[in-house]
């Protein structure tokens, strides 16, 4: 298995631009997480999906940022306009569970570098 | 509130020598524990996991020990190696909830 795969790794962008993540969870995995890592705050949970169904967005800072699981191989994290404090790495995870039954193979992708000038 | 504490923020051995990190938590009701190595520019990977009856598990030179009386983790590592270099981040989950709370990680750095 490729595992999660995450494009694109890298992106820099002019603040006001619209930018799209993307993530390819791992087959058969019905779990999608959506994090953001900064070094001042750490990893952050910002929205999860269970059977491509929105099931808590409460750590979506703004309406700027949306999310959306179109069918089970793929989701998209979508900024616009983007800021230069959106400026982080974007990690995207899945599990064949949620994250109170244990880790049944809760894999990260390798992420994708915002950097908002 | 739920929040998961790590110390220290950062740390520096040599190669060969053993360390030790600490994570303490307050989550509640717990229901388990992940210790996950992140390599820089790489996503966080799993090196262990615990659930409340379990106070030792170990993955070869690392080993993991939860007290769930005193709500505390540590991560032991033996024999260091350059390879080993990397954030540690001690990640808790409560029952009933999809959801991790993260540390902010320990920032291992090992010189030859």
């Known amino acids: 298995d490729a595992g999660v795969i995450q494009s694109p790794r890298h992106e820099v962008t002019e603040m006001g631009q619209e930018v799209t993540l993307r993530c390819k969870p791992i087959?058969?995995?019905?779990?999608l997480f959506w994090y953001r890592q900064t070094m001042m705050r750490g990893l952050e949970l910002l929205i999860y999906?269970?059977?491509?169904?929105?099931?808590?967005d409460s750590g979506m800072p703004e309406d700027r940022f949306s999310a959306k699981m179109p069918n089970a191989s793929f989701s998209t994290l979508k900024i616009q306009p983007s800021e230069p404090r959106d400026s982080a790495v974007y990690f995207c995870?899945?599990?064949?569970?949620?994250?109170?039954?244990?880790?049944?193979?809760?894999?990260f992708g390798s992420g994708t570098r915002l950097t908002v000038v | 509130k739920n929040q998961v504490e790590q110390s220290p923020q950062s740390l520096i051995i040599l190669e060969g020598k053993n360390c030790t990190l600490q994570?303490?938590?307050?989550?509640?009701?717990?229901?388990?524990l992940r210790w996950y190595k992140q390599d820089t520019g790489r996503g966080p990977v799993s090196l262990t996991i615990?659930?409340?009856?379990?106070n030792t598990k170990s993955n070869g030179r690392y080993t993991a020990t939860l007290d769930a009386d005193t709500k505390q983790s540590s991560l032991h590592i033996t024999a260091s190696q350059l390879s080993d270099s990397a954030s540690y981040i001690c990640?808790?989950?409560?029952?009933?909830?999809?959801?991790?709370?993260f540390g902010t990680g320990t920032r291992l750095q090992v010189f030859p």
């Open positions: 995870a899945s599990s064949l569970r949620g994250g109170a039954d244990g880790a049944y193979g809760y894999t």
């Open positions: 087959s058969g995995h019905d779990y």
């Open positions: 999906f269970n059977n491509n169904v929105p099931i808590d």
């Open positions: 994570c303490n938590y307050t989550v509640s009701p717990f229901s388990n």
């Open positions: 615990m659930t409340f009856s379990e």
């Open positions: 990640v808790v989950s409560a029952v009933g909830t999809d959801k991790l709370i």
